[in-house]
């Protein structure tokens, strides 16, 4: 079912907003946001694109033709309008049990927590390696900076339950 009049307006608010916050201020880029941000754009928009469905996602917001790096609120919205109101279940975030399950398998002795260095080894070294720049925002999030750990009962709350909504 299509959204209704409000909901489309309410969507186009949240892109804006979320857009807004990482736009160029350079007078020649106003208007338009650093390619290398768009998959923390994306996330803050309440989905979680797999790595291979982000690339596709860049790809079609970024378009054939632009070489310059940035991308346009125009395309950015005009594709994620596309996404949040037909997609979104292709995108959805994992519920907070899933992401427990997921943090446990790397603590073998319940101790309800990892430490920071191993999970950054990790994100960085297997799988769809995360980006330097993508852990150092996950840590500045999770990582208790007293300990050096990451309490994951939190943290998969957090993760699961940021205060958005759902379309």
């Given at each position: 079912?299509?959204?209704?009049?409000?909901?489309?307006?309410?969507?186009?608010?949240r892109?804006?907003?979320?857009?807004a916050?990482?736009?160029?201020e350079t007078?020649d880029?106003?208007?338009?946001?650093?390619?290398?941000?768009?998959?923390?754009i994306?996330?803050s928009?309440g989905?979680?694109?797999?790595?291979?469905?982000?690339?596709?996602?860049?790809?079609?917001?970024?378009?054939?033709d632009?070489t310059?790096?940035?991308?346009?609120?125009e395309?950015?919205?005009?594709?994620?309008?596309k996404?949040?109101?037909?997609?979104?279940?292709?995108?959805?975030?994992d519920?907070?049990e899933k992401?427990?399950?997921?943090?446990?398998?790397?603590d073998?002795?319940?101790?309800?927590?990892?430490?920071?260095?191993?999970?950054?080894?990790?994100?960085?070294?297997r799988?769809?390696s995360?980006?330097?720049?993508?852990?150092?925002e996950?840590?500045?999030?999770a990582?208790?900076?007293q300990s050096?750990?990451i309490?994951?009962?939190?943290?998969?709350?957090?993760?699961?339950n940021?205060g958005?909504?759902?379309?």
């Amino acid at each position: 079912m299509p959204p209704t009049f409000e909901q489309l307006e309410a969507i186009k608010r949240r892109i804006k907003d979320a857009f807004a916050l990482f736009e160029l201020e350079t007078k020649d880029k106003k208007g338009m946001v650093d390619e290398r941000e768009i998959p923390t754009i994306i996330r803050s928009l309440g989905i979680n694109p797999a790595q291979d469905q982000l690339r596709d996602l860049i790809t079609e917001i970024r378009g054939e033709d632009n070489t310059t790096g940035c991308v346009e609120h125009e395309r950015f919205e005009r594709t994620m309008i596309k996404v949040l109101t037909e997609q979104a279940n292709e995108y959805k975030r994992d519920n907070e049990e899933k992401i427990l399950r997921a943090f446990r398998a790397f603590d073998p002795e319940n101790k309800g927590y990892i430490e920071g260095d191993y999970l950054k080894n990790l994100l960085m070294t297997r799988g769809d390696s995360f980006r330097p720049e993508e852990v150092t925002e996950l840590l500045g999030v999770a990582l208790d900076e007293q300990s050096g750990n990451i309490h994951y009962e939190d943290y998969a709350e957090l993760l699961a339950n940021d205060g958005r909504t759902d379309l």
